[in-house]
């Protein structure tokens, strides 16, 4: 029987859930109303999870206990009557498994409850392989016939997609031996870094050797590993020059300090710096300490001339920064091109998660590359030689998608003239990619979560459910958290499927991977169309730049294939982008400005007049915005276009 523990201060409330879940089938181990009670029931009792107020009694509240319990692993769900603003944000950060709002019905409780050990069962499996994965490389790195700059770097590369940094900075001092300094991985490319020594540190930075001696000898002592996102970031950059100096190259705003080796003599510290501001969590200082001790050891093969009594720097700095890396990361990700540090860290997430067969949820606009990255994941992973099935759940009408997902009978209904297999049935073993899933109807999501946990499915007007086994991978570019506040998208869906999302920017965020997905789409159409295109003109460049891309990379890639086509030189001179963009130049009218689904409308029914009407088709509205027309018809029925 599982155990749970209720952290509330308002008795009434904590006996009524006390019946509920006692009526459910758990256990209560206690009752606690205040953080230090809380912390002594936990010593005690030991519960399989946490149930918490986020208002107590005394001066620490439910998110002060939170914290504790994310470092113990200790699954916990909040439950309050407030999680408006800055409160909500901060109790995301502590990486809870539900939330529930008071007022709440029994059976969001238990929903929340059973969606919560659900999804604690499946992190802690993936993080177990994790973990041992990660300590086996590590070990491995270590045991390579190559110098310690490589070592490390290896193990950096080795960490990047589970405590990801756009800088790593290992500082290190032995006083006894005289050595004081420091090394960096400022990351490049997918699989690239260029490796900064002091002497690279100093010349990127106007620096001479006496300055950085002086910098390292002023470093605060750092005893102990420290999360620094957002505002604890500037507190550490005012008395820290090195951050100082890093966070400006580089335009850090998070940081996260780790001690491998921390003693009287001799210090060792990984510094991860981030340009998001809330990049890091105690879950990545949790898995830091797990790999401590094979991290520390790479450092004892580390052998420097005894007797150096000044400080000095010791590690050889290369003349000329070095690039290291390859270039490949688009073949091994079906093509995805990413330079920018958001899609890298995208691509991050698509190597963590595909081995690990746990459900993905692929978060991001129209035309950003979420079916890409669903076959990606797929390709990664080990049904790669089984079918991967996609289904556009926004190009069903609502009365077949139950018969296309799960199939149906001969005769099950009118016009049912042959039995049908259903999509799932088609992915038996493989993989099923359910594009659009914000637009499937209310009744279907409650089958599909049903297909979802008891891993079996019922063909319409069959009699006997069929066991499959098939990984789900869902899209939508809809915002499932209003969907849910309003009614459209259940709750206990989106926490099965939220178990690892993965967000993908909109292209107008990401101006590397403009350029770089430019050079990729002339040399792909180039190639096709036989043409000796090269690139485009300075001047065509700063106006795809500039341009926001609202259909973001279908959009590009489909002026690109028109130009490449219709170019007559090396290079491309001109791209007759839409007009409204040009007009995003001319000063915003004084008065209300309109929101972005308002912009949205006006551009739709500009290019629909234009097109007169027309969606599919050559020079169709939906061709000329660069989207699927079936992308546009759920655009125009969100919007209420007619
Ligand atoms: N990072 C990328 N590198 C190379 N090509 C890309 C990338 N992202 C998207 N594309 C290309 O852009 C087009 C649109 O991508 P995709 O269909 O994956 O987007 P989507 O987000 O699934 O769109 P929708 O929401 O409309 O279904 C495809 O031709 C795809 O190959």
Same mark, same amino acid.
Not at 61 to 68: E, F, S
Not at 388 to 393: A, G, R, T, Y
């Given at each position: ?85 800055? =409160? ?22 238990? /929903? ?8 604690? !069962? ?6 177990? =392989? ?8 590590? %070990? ?19 960490? *990047? ?14 006083? &006894? ?32 050797? *006496? %300055? ?11 005893? !102990? ?29 998070? @940081? ?24 890091? /969590?105690? *879950? ?87 079916? %890409? ?46 039995? !049908? /297999? ?70 206990? +869906? ?12 909109? +292209? ?17 159409? @180039? ?26 990379? !279908? ?37 209300? =400005? ?10 739709? =029914? ?10 599919? &088709? ?16 759920? %655009? ?7």
């Amino acid at each position: 029987m599982k155990k749970i523990l209720i952290v509330e201060d308002e008795s009434l409330v904590a006996h009524h859930l006390k019946l509920i879940l006692n009526g459910a089938g758990y256990k209560v181990s206690g009752i606690a109303d205040s953080v230090p009670e809380a912390l002594s029931a936990i010593e005690d009792q030991k519960p399989d999870l946490v149930l918490l107020d986020i208002h107590l009694k005394g001066s620490l509240n439910g998110i002060d206990l939170a914290k504790q319990l994310t470092e113990s692993n200790i699954p916990f769900v909040y439950l309050s009557a407030n999680f408006q603003g800055t =409160l909500l944000e901060e109790a995301k950060s502590t990486l809870p498994y539900g939330f529930l709002v008071k007022p709440f019905r029994e059976h969001d409780l238990l /929903t929340t409850l059973d969606v919560a050990f659900y999804r604690y !069962r499946n992190s802690q499996a993936s993080r177990q =392989l994790q973990e041992m994965e990660l300590d086996t490389k590590v %070990k491995e790195i270590r045991a390579l016939n190559i110098d310690i700059k490589q070592k490390l770097m290896a193990v950096a590369r080795t960490l *990047q997609p589970h405590v990801p940094f756009d800088y790593l900075n290992i500082f290190i001092r032995k006083a &006894g031996e005289g050595i004081i300094t420091s090394l960096g991985f400022y990351r490049i490319g997918f699989d690239e870094y260029q490796l900064i020594g002091d002497d690279e540190f100093i010349n990127i930075n106007g620096l001479n050797h *006496q %300055k950085l001696l002086d910098i390292y000898a002023s470093m605060p002592q750092i005893a !102990r590993s420290g999360l620094f996102n957002a505002r604890g970031f500037s507190g550490l950059y005012q008395d820290n020059p090195l951050t100082n100096i890093i966070a400006n190259t580089y335009e850090t705003t998070s @940081a996260l300090f780790f001690p491998v080796l921390q003693n009287e003599s001799t210090t060792i510290r990984y510094e991860f710096y981030n340009r998001k501001d809330d990049s890091y /969590t105690r *879950q990545h200082i949790t898995l830091l300490s797990r790999l401590q001790y094979a991290i520390s050891n790479i450092f004892e093969d580390c052998h420097h001339s005894p007797g150096k009594t000044t400080p000095q720097i010791v590690v050889p700095a290369e003349k000329q920064i070095s690039h290291v890396g390859t270039q490949d990361h688009a073949l091994r990700f079906d093509g995805i091109i990413a330079r920018s540090p958001s899609m890298l860290s995208v691509l991050d997430h698509i190597a963590i998660v595909a081995p690990v067969d746990t459900s993905v949820l692929i978060l991001g606009e129209s035309g950003t590359g979420k079916e %890409k990255i669903a076959k990606s994941v797929h390709a990664l992973s080990a049904r790669k030689l089984k079918p991967l099935v996609i289904v556009n759940c926004a190009a069903l009408p609502a009365n077949l998608i139950e018969s296309e997902l799960f199939g149906h009978e001969k005769g099950a209904f009118t016009g049912a003239a042959e039995r !049908r /297999t259903g999509k799932f049935e088609l992915a038996h073993k493989g993989t099923i990619f359910l594009d659009e899933i914000g637009e499937m109807p209310l009744d279907l999501q409650v089958k599909l979560l049903r297909a979802l946990q008891e891993h079996e499915i019922e063909r319409i007007g069959g009699n006997s459910p069929i066991k499959i086994d098939v990984r789900i991978i869902a899209a939508t570019n809809r915002n499932l958290e209003v969907e849910m506040e309003e009614g459209r998208f259940r709750l206990d +869906l989106y926490y099965r499927l939220f178990v690892f999302p993965i967000v993908v920017p909109p +292209l107008k965020e990401r101006p590397e991977d403009i350029v770089a997905l430019i050079e990729s789409f002339i040399g792909h159409y @180039a190639k096709k169309y036989n043409k000796a295109v090269t690139g485009v003109t300075p001047a065509v460049l700063d106006k795809l730049i500039d341009y926001p891309w609202p259909g973001n990379v !279908r959009e590009l890639e489909n002026y690109i294939d028109r130009s490449v086509l219709l170019s007559r030189d090396k290079l491309i001179t001109e791209m007759y982008l839409p007009k409204y963009i040009h007009q995003s130049t001319v000063p915003e009218p004084v008065g209300r =400005l309109k929101t972005i689904e308002e912009n949205e409308r006006d551009y739709i =029914l500009d290019v629909l007049k234009k097109c007169n009407g027309r969606i599919r &088709g050559a020079n169709g509205a939906a061709e000329v915005m660069g989207l699927p027309p079936t992308t546009l018809h759920s %655009k125009m029925k969100r919007l209420g276009i007619k």
